[in-house]
């Protein structure tokens, strides 16, 4: 199992990195928090630490702490366009339940 | 399910708490709103991808609004519900607007928002004289859907930008960071912020336009030195001199003229056209068409070397030139050169010569004009940035400010230090402005100053407070008035009365006093009374100048009368109390001196009053001694009579 970017969600976060200037990759993970028990966390990496699981998609290397990782295993990060907004989007098939934005989930 | 942004690294926000911020530029003719999104700031468009909303608010007689493009197609067919360039109202009463009666609008000036009590009871008041000029409230606008004020219409500018951020970005507004030119005073930032809530936007700052420049080039990560914001707007001319040091952002310096800008490029076109093609007077329609043709010829001639332009008259009259950049670059030379002046000033100001400055940052449309660059360039003998879009960048340094107010951005935080365009003072004794806190200070700031009681049993103070560089409060702008009462009587001197003025983060002024030896502190609130015009500002600024001379004069006459007066009110009262002290020769030497004194008062001869001054404290050492004798078990000797009043 792996994590995996689309290709449009690779081409931004490439782009997003670029201009931020630094960063070796993409952090994603979660945590506990929020209405359905856990949170997604996506964030810029500046470093990678020894126990990280690594993944590259599409040229972007993705950083997952091994905590995590049980819980978004096998995820695929899309980046759309929902009307004025965009952003990126989780497809987890680890989730069970999630509150009503989809902000935070359970398993 | 919601959409995601990738966030620094720790600062994941927890779900549903998103610190949604953004920054907005609200300009005199395009407003922006941007934000930073994963990692970097971007400009949000509308649905039409139309990232400029025209600042033009039309009111309709259904009360409904429309606001930007819609607005400003029917500028010209219903002139007088179609509010453009609202910015120039923004906390100005109607004597502050000179052009009033070239504009299409119906204008309702509101009463005072501030009472210009005197004294009551037997509260001397001694300070309550007329000081500055049009106290008057800001001016409102007679629309077809009621009275509007220029906060009103500005907020409704806001509120579309809100809307369009909140869809983009999927949430509510923490906050926004609005842009505002450096040169706005109180009053003006004031309505901004006013007009920022009414649109429901939480202001977390307000930023100047070239600070917020300079942060979106990123100089805040650049090296430590000194810029310059070259910011030429659709109708204003701006210019700052900024410098960081150690991450700290401070405006040394800015200038500008108000009333240069962009339009007046398309303005010299537009004559260009009536004297090619002999034409005169034309109707509003057709004014309006030529000026948006000749806007049009001036962005061509941004990247062509000429540009034709054609368009048929309401008369049926056929208009078709061709204009070159040359032509185009001659009538439009001394515009360009305008623009320097302020720049030298500037940096006069600043006390710095054009080879400290570092880099030039160039902000505005009007600043894609091939030959505005040159000029710009020639000045300071360096290539100006230009590689960020000029009209989005104050609303991308906004944003980036907004949020890091907003707490999305960890560790690097820098503090935003900007300058008091004109001093800030209160009226004392004789119509004198003292000034509390010095021009180009840094804000934010406080300081405080003591003030004592002129007059015996004073139980009461009026405070003015002034804004300008003048040595006599009618020279200088009123801001505000109010007064400090319970004062316990006392002999005239024997109060403390500190004077605390505090200028916060957004350039907005506090006003507070307290009498220190009794610890009476009344709660006030200062209403800046609406109204100082960035060309007033300038002017305030040269009259000071020029009037250097004159003013020095003014206020040592002034210093000196008032001393004199003091000093005759002091004599009397103890004559009226000791005067059996005195045997008769005595009495009419002292009462000689007095008239004499009087007499000089009259006089505007500084000099000649000084000298009586001295006489009459010489003729009444005896008397203060005899005094002092009959009163006082210790004794003073040797001190004249002012002096013991004052104890």
């Known amino acids: 199992m792996a994590i995996t970017l689309t290709e449009n969600a690779a081409k931004h976060v490439r782009n997003f990195i670029a201009k931020r200037g630094k960063g070796v990759g993409l952090r994603i993970g979660v945590r506990t928090s929020g209405c359905s028990g856990m949170a997604y966390k996506l964030e810029f990496a500046d470093e990678a630490a020894s126990d990280d699981h690594q993944f590259t998609s599409h040229g972007v290397t993705v950083l997952v702490d091994p905590k995590s990782l049980p819980y978004i295993d096998g995820m695929e ?3 759309t366009r929902e009307g004025l907004n965009e952003g990126f989007k989780f497809s987890n098939p680890n989730v069970k339940n999630q509150c009503g934005c989809g902000e935070s989930f359970g398993v | 399910m919601a959409l995601l942004q990738i966030s620094e690294p720790g600062l994941s926000a927890a779900p549903h708490q998103h610190r949604l911020a953004v920054g907005i530029d609200l300009g005199t003719t395009n407003s922006l709103v941007a934000t930073v999104r994963n990692g970097i700031s971007v400009v949000l468009n509308d649905e039409n991808g139309r990232a400029m909303l025209p600042s033009v608010v039309r009111y309709l007689a259904d009360g409904s609004v429309a606001v930007g493009e819609a607005a400003q197609a029917m500028q010209s067919e219903d002139a007088a519900n179609t509010i453009v360039s609202v910015k120039r109202f923004m906390g100005r009463g109607i004597k502050d607007v000179g052009e009033i009666s ?13 009472a ?18 049009g106290q008057g409230g800001m001016l409102q606008l007679r629309t077809v859907a009621g009275v509007k004020s220029p906060v009103e219409v500005s907020a409704e ?35 901004t912020k006013d007009a920022a809530r009414l649109a429901g936007l939480n202001v977390l700052r307000l930023l100047n336009e070239p600070t917020a420049a300079a942060i979106a080039y990123g100089l805040d990560n650049a090296a430590e030195g000194v810029y310059a914001v070259y910011d030429l707007g659709g109708g204003t001319f701006d210019i700052s001199i900024l410098r960081l040091s150690r991450g700290v ?21 537009h004559c260009w056209l009536l004297e090619k093609n002999c034409l005169s007077a034309l109707g509003p329609q057709d004014t309006r068409l030529l000026l948006t043709h000749a806007r049009a010829a001036k962005e061509q001639l941004t990247d062509h070397a000429e540009t034709r332009i054609t368009a048929v008259l309401s008369n049926g009259e056929v208009i078709d030139n061709i204009l070159t950049q040359a032509e185009f670059q001659a009538m439009s030379q001394n515009l360009v050169q305008r623009t320097l002046q302020p720049l030298r000033r500037a940096l006069r100001d600043a006390q710095l010569g054009v080879a400290d400055i570092k880099g030039v940052v160039m902000v505005g449309g009007a600043t894609r004009m091939p030959q505005v660059q040159h000029a710009v360039e020639e000045f300071f003998g360096q290539t100006p940035l230009t590689n960020l879009d000029p009209d989005k960048v104050v609303a991308l340094g906004a944003a980036i400010q ?8 960890g560790g690097d935080e820098w503090l935003l230090l900007d300058v008091i365009p004109l001093s800030l003072g209160i009226e004392t004794m004789g119509g004198l402005a003292e000034k509390i806190i010095p021009r180009n200070s840094t804000i934010p700031t406080a300081r405080a100053q003591e003030f004592t009681t002129y007059k015996d049993g004073q ?27 319970g004062i316990p009587a006392m002999v005239a001197g024997a109060a403390r009365i500190r004077v605390t003025f505090q200028v916060d983060a957004d350039g907005l002024l506090n006003v507070s006093a307290r009498e220190m030896s009794s610890g009476i502190e009344t709660a006030i609130t200062v209403k800046p009374s609406y109204g100082l015009s960035d060309a007033e500002i300038t002017r305030m600024l040269q009259d000071s100048t020029q009037h250097a001379q004159d003013d020095m004069q003014a206020r040592s006459l002034r210093e000196q009368q008032t001393e004199a007066e003091q000093l005759l009110e002091a004599v009397q009262h103890a004559l009226e109390l000791d005067g059996d002290l005195l045997d008769q020769a005595e009495r009419t030497r002292i009462e000689t001196r007095m008239g004499a004194l009087r007499n000089t008062l009259q006089l505007a001869d500084h000099l000649a009053i000084k000298r009586a001054v001295t006489v009459l404290n010489d003729v009444t050492v005896g008397f203060a001694q005899k005094r002092m004798d009959k009163s006082v078990a210790h004794v003073l000797a040797g001190k004249n009579i002012s002096e013991l009043e004052v104890k």
Do not use: H, W
């Open chain 1, 77 to 79: 990060l899309d980046y």
């Open chain 2, 459 to 485: 139980t009461a103070m009026s405070i003015q407070v002034v804004q300008g560089e003048r040595e006599l409060v009618s020279d200088c702008r009123s801001l505000a008035k109010f007064e400090l009462r």
């Open chain 2, 402 to 409: 907004a949020n890091l107010l907003a707490g999305n951005r």
């Open chain 2, 102 to 114: 070239r504009l299409p609008y119906r204008f309702a000036d509101t009463p005072s928002s501030f």
């Open chain 2, 116 to 133: 210009t009590s005197g004294g009551s009871g037997q509260a001397a008041s001694p300070l309550a004289t007329s000081g500055g000029s």
């Open chain 2, 249 to 269: 952002f401070e405006v040394l310096a800015a200038n500008g003229d108000s009333a240069l800008g962009g339009d007046d490029f398309d303005q010299r076109i």
């Open chain 2, 157 to 191: 500018i806001l509120k579309v930008l809100r809307i369009r951020a909140e869809a983009a970005l999927g949430g509510e507004l923490v906050g926004a960071v609005i842009t505002v030119p450096a040169y706005f005073d109180d009053a003006q930032r004031q309505a």
